[in-house]
């Protein structure tokens, strides 16, 4: 996959994380919205159905019935003579005048809290009437037959907060709306009355009652928190679903990006790879190709010298291959437990001592060796140990600067190999990456040093098998690999 294809992938693979935060984002925006009026419009309709209630119950409470008792089946003590009204009548008539336009024919008069009397100008007589209050006692004088009633119910001017509030509080129970709230009654957009309205603050609703038990001139409004809590628990479910499909679109995603990523990088390993095989391969094979060449073409086999010579060279050359080949097999089975140790007790300040004395031998770098104990025994491959320090040492001298340092210590717990130098070709972005397998830090197209990538990769998996660890540490101009072993 080519850089330009990846940039696309990755800018699609972003775009649509985005969209897909947004429009979910966007979703539950309106689904809380939603929810906020539905929340307004139960406040709504509870607030109603309160009101009335409040009224149906009021009008229960101050119902009165008024039976005839001259014309009824009851017969009640105390009536009255008949009586010449006129003189009554014209009493009232004055008493009203100005207020009652027309002609009054008849009134009531309630005396006492059970009895009254019914004025009759027509009938030039009173009725005395027996005064029953409430609902409940009129239906039951329904079941009576022959008693003719005539039913009254009075509304109060002012509404009674006492009562109100308990209904109010009842109808949002019955909503599961657990809310605070205020009253304001208003007349001729005037307030009349309040009720709890300490509570109030800037950020609260409003609405006003579509009873059509309020006059015309009275509206009530009542004042409440926005409940925020009680919206976001009603869409928690929505948004815990919304906000786990979001998630698991973006980890499919951020997923489908690293094997992207990763199968890119393999491709460059891999192709680098085969670069870095066929340039180190090739060396020999021509080499033994010239060789086999000059004793066929040019008489080199009269010559035993020559022959000598070729055939050595060639033989150095086919060594060099071979051991390019178990390098490889050898890191095929470094993942595997086919690797197995063959450990025994041995001095592993000689073994150091004789990879140093190697290669200063074939460098013209300072290597500097110091150990804090003269012999350290220990349990280890040697033939495996020795390689993974020789590939830290060998790094260090390719790629390092001119002076490398190493020091061997031990505690009661593990021993400890440092190998400095003071290069700066490796950076922390190397650092993360610089053990892996096939890794080699890049210059472009070209590879001025040869290698296959897996000196380090392998010196971190013997390291591992032996139950050790090795760390890389980049700073102040210092390239250090630190490997601590377990005493055995």
């Known amino acids: 996959m080519n850089e330009k294809k990846y940039k696309w992938i990755l800018y699609l693979i972003v775009t649509t994380i985005l969209l897909t935060i947004v429009v979910q984002c966007y979703w539950n925006y309106k689904n809380y919205l939603q929810n906020k009026q539905n929340f307004i419009n139960q406040v709504q309709v509870g607030f109603d159905n309160a ?95 022959g008693i003719t009633s005539i039913f009254i119910s009075i509304h109060n001017d002012t509404l009674d907060f ?77 948004i815990l679903i919304s906000t786990i499909l979001v998630l698991t679109v973006i980890s499919c995603l951020l997923y489908l990006l690293k094997i992207i990523k990763n199968q890119k990088q393999l491709a460059e390993v891999k192709n680098d790879l085969i670069s870095n095989i066929t340039h180190e391969f090739k060396t020999p094979i021509a080499t033994i190709g010239v060789a086999i060449e000059s004793i066929k073409n040019f008489n ?111 505690n009661s717990i593990a021993f400890t190999i440092t190998i400095s130098d003071d290069g700066n070709m490796l950076t922390k972005a190397n650092k993360d990456k610089i053990f892996e397998k096939f890794y080699r830090v890049s210059k472009g197209n070209t590879h001025d040093i040869k290698g296959f990538g897996i000196g380090l990769y392998y010196a971190k998996k013997i390291t591992e098998k032996h139950g050790g660890t090795i760390h890389l540490d980049i700073k102040n101009n210092q390239t250090t690999f630190k490997m601590s072993f377990p005493n055995e």
């Not at 709230?181 to 609405?207: C, G, M, P, Q």
């Not at 070729?310 to 051991?323: D, G, P, R, V």
Request: zero cysteines; charged letters at 30%; hydrophobic letters at 35%.
């Open 162 to 238: 006492k009562k109100l509030n308990p209904i109010i509080k009842d109808e949002f129970k019955r909503k599961l709306l657990d809310i605070n709230f205020a009253l304001k009654h208003y007349k001729n957009d005037s307030v009349f009355n309040t009720f709890n309205t300490a509570i109030e603050s800037s950020d609260f609703l409003r609405t006003t009652s579509k009873s059509t038990f309020l006059k015309q001139n009275e509206s009530l409004e009542i004042a409440y928190p926005n409940a925020t809590k009680i919206i976001l628990k009603r869409s928690a479910l929505s």
């Open 300 to 410: 080199a086999i009269d010559d035993k010298e020559k022959t000598k010579t070729y055939l050595e060279m060639s033989n150095n050359q086919l060594s060099k291959l071979n051991i390019m080949v178990e390098k490889l097999l050898e890191t095929a089975t470094l993942d595997s437990d086919s690797l197995k140790l063959e450990k025994d007790q041995y001095n592993i300040t000689n073994i150091l001592q004789n990879i140093v004395d190697k290669h200063k031998i074939q460098t013209e770098k300072t290597i500097l060796y110091k150990a804090t104990l003269s012999d350290i025994f220990v349990n280890v491959d040697a033939f495996h140990f020795e390689n993974a320090i020789n590939n830290i040492l060998d790094n260090a001298i390719k790629y390092g600067g001119n002076t490398i340092n190493i020091d061997l210590t031990q």
């Open 51 to 145: 009101l009335d209630t409040y009224y149906a119950d009021l009008a229960e409470a101050n119902q009165m019935t008024f039976i005839d008792i001259e014309n009824d089946s009851l017969k009640f003590k105390n009536q009255l003579n008949r009586l010449n009204t006129d003189s009554i009548f014209r009493k009232v008539q004055e008493n009203y005048r100005g207020d009652i336009h027309k002609e009054i024919t008849g009134f009531t008069q309630i005396k006492g809290s059970d009895s009254g009397f019914t004025f009759s100008k027509g009938e030039n007589h009173i009725k005395q009437i027996k005064v029953i209050r409430g609902k409940k006692a009129s239906d039951s004088l329904k079941l009576i037959k």
